[in-house]
C-alpha cells in the first residue's frame, strides 16, 4: 500500500491524535447543521452540556419561557456573545431572567470538591472535520474544535508533500473567509485561527481579509524560526498533541487569552477612536508560564528563574500572565504558595494592563495594586498580603527590607528589565548641572556618570548580594541581554557542567526571522572621521600609544566643522533617504557623546534646517539636568518647550522629525516609527545592543531600518549583537578561590598587618563605641597601612594592590551568591579594605599635551562601510564570568609620537592649509617673547602661572587678528579657543623657564 500524502491524510491524522486524546468526533447535519449555520453555535451539544451540569437553572429558564424557551435562551446567548464577546462569556457565563448558566468549567485546582469536578468532566470537547458553516454557499472549514457546542479553534491544513504550506493556508483565510459571517466575527465566536502545515504554524484571532495579520505559533528551532524535529511524527505535532489536548485548552481560555484596548491616534497625536484585539499567547510565551509554574510544583520557593527573552517577544504580557499565574498558585495541599507577587518595572504600561487582564481573568478588583511613591502603602500591601504588588526599581531596598521582616511568608519577585531611560528617570549624578566644559572634558564627565549607571538588573544583583539569599524568595528575572552576574545570580545550573544557564530563552534570532523585530544591522553604514595631523615638534617624545590615539580624536571631535559637517550630512540624509519611509511618517534619533554634544547639536540642527529653508522638520532633544554653554543655560524642558513626560507622545506625532538624546531614550524606548539611527558615541557590548535596537520595533508600512554610524567599527558592533543572537551562556563559573588568589596577593604587598585588620573589625562589630569615636580610632589605623603604601611601594605596585582590593571588594559579594562559602578572614579583610581605599592617595592619570605636538591639517568624512553585518549561527555564546585575570591594567604599551602620526597619514590621506600650523607655532612664539609672560613663569608655579596666562592669551590672540582664517576659527569656537589655550600652556610656561636658565 503506498504512501497517503495528501492533505486528507493529515486531516485524519491529527483527529486520531486528537480523539485519542478525549475529543469526541462529530459531524454536523441535519437540523444541528441548519441551526449552526444561522447561529455558529452547536446548541443541541450545548443543552445536553447543560442538562448535565445545571438541570436546575435550565428548567427554571423552561418554567420561564415555556415553549419558547430554546429560542429565548438562544437569542439571549447571542445577545450576550455580541456584546461582551466568547472569552467573557465562557469564563463567567450568561444570565436570563435571573437565571445564571456557565458555559463552560475550568479543572479544579483540587478534588475535594466532587461536584466541580463532575461538571469539569461534562465539558464536551468536540473535534469537526469538513464545516460546512454557511447556507449561501458550499465552502468548508477543514478542521474545527469546539467545546460545549461554542466553536473555539479553526484550522485551515496544508500538506508540503502536495506543494502547499502554512503560507496557502493563510491566504486561504484571507480570500475565502469572510468576517461578516457570525462564525467568523471579531470576538463573538472564534477565539483563535491556525494556518498549519506538516513543518509549521501561524495564528490569528481576527480575520479581516487581505489585511488579515497571522503570528507565527512555532516552537523554534536551533535558537531560530520553525519548529525542531520530532521522532515519528510531523513537527507541528506539539499543535494537537499539546496545544490543543483539552486541559491545555481549558488553561488558555480561562488564564491567558483576553482582550486588550487600544487607543487609536492621528498624525497630531489626538485620540480618534479606540480598538480591541483578542490577545492569545505566542507559543514561547504560554511555554515559559507553564515551565515555571510546573518547576514551581517541583521546587520550593527560594528557586530563581532567568527568563532570557528577546525584544519583540512581548515581555509585557508575558509578565502579566506570570504574576497573575503565580498570585493564584497552590500546592497539594491546596495552600497558596506564594503570600504576594511583586512586580519590579519602570513600565508605564504594564500597571493598567496587568489590572485590566487579571480583571477579565478573574471579575476581581483589588487583586493588583500600584504603589511607585509611598513607602507606607508599600509595607501595608505586603503586610496585607496584597496578591499582586507592581512598584519601582527605586522601592526594591525597601522591599527586601520588608519581606525579611515576614520570614513566614513567602514572596515572588518579578524583574522586568525595562529601563528607566523611557521615563527620563537618570540617576542622580547624571542629573547635575554640566557647565563650563569642553565637548571633550563634557564627554569624559558624562562618560564617568554613564559607567556608574547600573542597569536594573545590575543594581537588584548588587542588592541581593548585600542581602544574602532568602529561601522565602523566589526571582523571576525577565531580560534580553544578561550580563554574566545577572547568569550566575538568577541562572539554572545546567544538569550535566553546572554552569548557570536561562531557564527559558527565545533568541532575538527567532525573533528576527519570525518578523516580530527587525534586523537592525542589514542596513549598517559607517562613516570614519579622517583627518590628518601633522607633526609640529622637531623631535619625537615618547608616548602612551592608547592616550595618544585618543588625545588626537578628541582634537578632531572638538574643530567647528565636525558638529556642522556632521549635521549636514545627517539631514541631508535623513531627507533624501529616510523621511519618505512609512508613508512618510519615518523617525531620526542622533546619540551623541555627551550633554553638552547633544545641546550642540540641537542648535546646529536648528540653525542648518533655517538656513535651507526647510519647513517640513522640526527637532527635539532629550538630556537629564542643566547644561551651561557660551553663557546660557540649558534644559531639555526648555529647549522643547514642553514637559519632560510629554515629550514621547509628542515624538509619536507628526510635528517633530529627530530626538537628539544623550544616554536617554537609548534604552527601554519603543517608538515604532523610529526608523533611522545616528551615532556620534562609542558603544560596545550591551549598550550597542540596546541602543541600536531602539529600531527594531514594527508597525504597519515600516519594512527596514536605517543607521549610519560615525564612530563605531561595523565589526566590534557585529560581535556586540552576536552575543545576544541566541543562548547567552558562561564560559565557565566564577572560581571562589578567585579571592584566597587575591588575599595573597594583598598579603604579599605588607602595606597592612593583620592585627590592624582585626582592630578595625572590632571597631565596626564590637559595638564598644559610638560611631563619632570609633572614626576617630579608625583612622590612626588606616593612616600606619596608608604610609606604609606611600614609602615602601613603587608607583606600579600601588597601582597593582589598589586594583586587586578593589577586585577583592567587588567580588566577595558575589561569590558568595553562587554557593555556600563561608570564611571569618575574607570577611574581615573586605571590611577593612571597604575603609582603607577610601584613605589611599588619589592616583592622577599623566596628562598628555599632544595637541601641542600637532595640529589639525584638514577635515572630512569619508563613506567606508554601507551594507549587512550578518550575524551568525553559532549556538550559545559564552560570557566570561567574574574573574581574577584582568583585574591589574597592564602596561600601555609606548610609542614615539611620529609613528601615531605616520600611522594616522597612512589611514586617513587628506591635506589642510599649513598656514593654520603655521599660525599656532606663531601665536606660541609672540607669548615665548612676552616679558611679562616670563616674569610670572620663572617666579610662579604652573598652577599659579595659569592664571596670568589665561587672563593674557586673548589679547595675543587679537593681536594676531590679522591672520584672518585662524583668527576667525577660534574667535567662532570657544570650546576650540580654550582647548588651544589648555593645552599650549604647559609648553609656554617650560620654554618660558627654558629661557631663564
Same mark, same amino acid.
Given at each position: ?8 491524510? /493529515? ?24 441551526? $449552526? ?67 463552560? $468549567?475550568?479543572?479544579?485546582?483540587? %478534588? ?99 489585511? %488579515? $495579520? $497571522? ?149 476581581? %478588583? ?24 507592581? =512598584? ?196 531620526? *534619533? ?83 516609527? /523610529? ?58 563559573? =566564577? ?9 595573597? +596577593? ?180 609672540? *607669548?615665548?617673547?612676552?616679558? +611679562? ?65
Amino acid at each position: 500500500m503506498g504512501i497517503d500524502y495528501s492533505e486528507l491524510g /493529515l486531516e485524519e491524522n491529527i483527529e486520531r491524535q486528537l480523539l485519542d486524546g478525549g475529543y469526541i468526533q462529530r459531524k454536523l447535519q441535519g437540523d444541528a447543521l441548519k441551526q $449552526f449555520q444561522e447561529s455558529a453555535i452547536d446548541f443541541e451539544v450545548l443543552l445536553s452540556f447543560w442538562d448535565e451540569t445545571q438541570e436546575r437553572e435550565l428548567n427554571r429558564l423552561k418554567q420561564i419561557h415555556g415553549p419558547f424557551f430554546e429560542k429565548r435562551v438562544l437569542n439571549r446567548l447571542d445577545q450576550e456573545l455580541t456584546r461582551r464577546g466568547m472569552i467573557d462569556c465562557l469564563r463567567h457565563g450568561i444570565q436570563d431572567r435571573g437565571v445564571r448558566l456557565r458555559l463552560l $468549567f475550568d479543572q479544579p485546582r483540587s %478534588t475535594m470538591n466532587q461536584t466541580l469536578v463532575d461538571n469539569y468532566d461534562n465539558n464536551i470537547f468536540h473535534v469537526h472535520r469538513q464545516v460546512y458553516y454557511s447556507a449561501r454557499h458550499n465552502n468548508s472549514l477543514d478542521m474545527m474544535l469546539s467545546i460545549n457546542g461554542l466553536p473555539i479553534v479553526i484550522m485551515e491544513l496544508k500538506n508540503q508533500l502536495t506543494g502547499q504550506t502554512v503560507e496557502d493556508a493563510e491566504k486561504q483565510f484571507k480570500m475565502t473567509r469572510n468576517p461578516r459571517e457570525k462564525l467568523f466575527r471579531f470576538k463573538e465566536r472564534t477565539v483563535v485561527y491556525f494556518a498549519v502545515d506538516t513543518d509549521e504554524v501561524s495564528m490569528t484571532t481576527r480575520l479581516a481579509g487581505n489585511r %488579515t $495579520f $497571522f503570528l507565527p505559533f512555532n516552537r523554534g528551532n536551533n535558537g531560530g524560526k520553525g519548529n525542531p524535529l520530532v521522532y515519528n511524527d510531523y513537527r507541528s505535532s506539539y499543535l494537537w498533541r499539546e496545544v490543543l489536548a483539552k486541559d491545555s485548552l481549558l488553561d488558555l481560555l480561562f488564564r491567558f487569552v483576553f482582550v486588550k484596548k487600544e487607543s487609536i491616534r492621528d498624525s497630531t497625536g489626538e485620540i480618534i477612536d479606540s480598538k480591541e484585539i483578542v490577545i492569545f499567547p505566542r507559543y514561547h510565551q504560554m511555554d515559559v508560564v507553564r515551565k515555571i509554574e510546573a518547576d514551581l510544583k517541583m521546587n520550593a520557593v527560594g528557586h530563581n528563574y532567568l527568563v532570557q527573552h528577546s525584544a519583540g517577544s512581548g515581555k509585557t504580557n508575558s509578565i502579566a500572565w506570570l504574576s497573575h499565574r503565580l498570585a493564584k498558585l497552590h500546592n497539594m495541599e491546596n495552600e497558596a504558595v506564594f503570600d504576594s507577587i511583586i512586580v519590579i518595572t519602570d513600565r508605564r504600561v504594564l500597571d493598567a494592563q496587568l489590572q485590566d487582564a487579571i480583571y477579565q481573568l478573574e471579575h476581581e %478588583t483589588g487583586f493588583v495594586a500600584k504603589i511607585d511613591e509611598d513607602s507606607n502603602q508599600l509595607a501595608q500591601a505586603i503586610n496585607d498580603g496584597t496578591r499582586i504588588i507592581i =512598584t519601582t526599581l527605586q522601592k526594591f531596598p525597601f522591599i527586601m527590607d520588608k519581606v525579611k521582616e515576614f520570614e513566614r511568608g513567602t514572596y515572588g519577585i518579578i524583574i522586568d528589565e525595562a529601563h528607566s531611560s523611557q521615563g527620563g528617570k537618570a540617576s542622580n549624578a547624571m542629573t547635575n548641572i554640566l557647565s563650563d566644559r569642553t565637548l571633550e572634558d563634557a564627554y569624559e564627565a558624562d562618560k564617568i556618570m554613564e559607567d556608574e549607571l547600573s542597569s536594573t538588573e545590575e543594581r537588584i544583583v548588587e542588592y541581593i548580594e548585600k542581602s544574602g539569599n532568602q529561601d522565602n524568595i523566589s526571582f523571576f528575572a525577565f531580560t534580553a541581554t544578561p550580563k554574566p552576574k545577572t547568569i550566575e545570580q538568577f541562572g539554572t545550573a545546567n544538569k550535566e557542567t553546572g554552569i548557570p544557564e536561562a531557564f527559558h530563552v527565545y533568541s532575538m534570532k527567532q525573533a528576527i526571522e519570525e518578523k516580530f523585530i527587525f534586523d537592525v544591522l542589514l542596513n549598517y553604514t559607517t562613516y570614519d572621521t579622517f583627518y590628518k595631523v601633522a607633526k609640529s615638534i622637531q623631535e619625537d617624545p615618547e608616548v602612551s600609544k592608547k592616550k595618544a590615539t585618543q588625545q588626537i580624536a578628541r582634537f578632531v571631535s572638538l574643530h567647528p566643522h565636525n558638529i556642522e559637517q556632521k549635521t549636514a550630512v545627517m539631514i541631508e540624509h535623513y531627507r533624501q533617504s529616510s523621511s519618505h519611509k512609512i508613508g512618510g511618517r519615518a523617525k531620526a *534619533m542622533l546619540v551623541t557623546r555627551s550633554r553638552l554634544h547633544a545641546v550642540r547639536y540641537k542648535f546646529a540642527f536648528d540653525k542648518y534646517i533655517k538656513s535651507q529653508g526647510y519647513q517640513d522638520m522640526n527637532t527635539l532633544i532629550a538630556f537629564s539636568g542643566t547644561v551651561k554653554d557660551d553663557g546660557g543655560e540649558f534644559t531639555e524642558t526648555g529647549m522643547n518647550e514642553l514637559p519632560e513626560t510629554e515629550l514621547p507622545e509628542a515624538f509619536s506625532t507628526d510635528e517633530y522629525q529627530v530626538l537628539i538624546v544623550a544616554e536617554k531614550y537609548q534604552t527601554g524606548f519603543d517608538e515604532p516609527l /523610529l526608523h533611522t539611527m545616528y551615532v556620534d558615541k562609542p558603544l560596545s557590548g550591551i549598550k550597542a545592543v540596546q541602543t541600536l535596537s531602539r529600531l527594531n520595533r514594527t508597525c504597519s508600512g515600516k519594512e527596514d531600518t536605517f543607521v549610519l554610524d560615525f564612530v563605531n567599527d561595523p565589526e566590534d558592533i557585529q560581535e556586540s549583537f552576536q552575543a545576544y543572537y541566541e543562548v547567552t551562556g558562561l564560559s565557565d563559573v =566564577t572560581d571562589p578561590n578567585i579571592l584566597y588568589d587575591l588575599q595573597h +596577593e594583598l598579603n604579599a604587598t605588607q602595606v597592612y598587618a593583620q592585627h590592624e585588620v582585626d582592630a578595625v573589625n572590632e571597631l565596626e562589630y564590637g559595638g564598644k563605641l559610638d560611631g563619632k569615636q570609633a572614626q576617630q580610632r579608625l583612622n590612626p589605623i588606616l593612616d600606619q597601612a596608608v604610609d606604609r603604601f606611600e614609602k615602601d611601594l613603587t608607583k606600579e605596585v600601588q597601582d597593582e594592590f589598589k586594583s586587586a582590593a578593589t577586585k577583592f571588594i567587588r567580588t566577595y559579594g558575589f561569590v558568595l551568591q553562587i554557593g555556600p562559602f563561608t570564611d571569618i578572614g575574607l570577611h574581615k579583610l573586605y571590611v577593612y579594605l571597604n575603609y582603607l581605599l577610601k584613605k589611599l592617595p588619589r592616583d592622577i592619570s599623566e596628562q598628555l599635551f599632544l595637541a601641542d605636538d600637532i595640529a589639525l591639517e584638514y577635515y572630512r568624512n569619508d563613506k567606508v562601510f554601507e551594507g549587512s553585518l550578518a550575524l551568525e549561527t553559532r549556538g550559545s555564546t559564552d560570557l566570561d564570568p567574574v574573574s581574577h585575570a584582568g583585574g591589574i591594567a597592564p602596561e600601555e604599551e609606548k610609542v614615539v609620537l611620529s609613528s601615531i602620526i605616520d600611522r594616522m597619514n597612512d589611514l586617513f590621506g587628506t591635506e589642510f592649509d599649513p598656514q593654520d600650523k603655521l599660525s599656532r607655532d606663531q601665536l606660541l612664539e609672540d *607669548m615665548v617673547q612676552s616679558e +611679562e609672560l616670563r616674569e610670572k613663569a620663572v617666579h610662579n608655579s604652573l598652577d599659579n602661572f595659569s592664571y596670568s596666562y589665561e587672563n593674557m592669551f586673548m589679547d595675543f590672540l587679537i593681536s594676531r587678528m590679522t591672520d584672518k582664517n585662524f583668527y576667525m576659527k577660534m574667535m567662532e569656537n570657544e570650546d576650540q579657543r580654550k582647548f588651544l589655550m589648555n593645552e599650549m600652556k604647559e609648553e609656554v610656561y617650560e620654554r618660558l623657564r627654558g629661557l631663564n636658565s
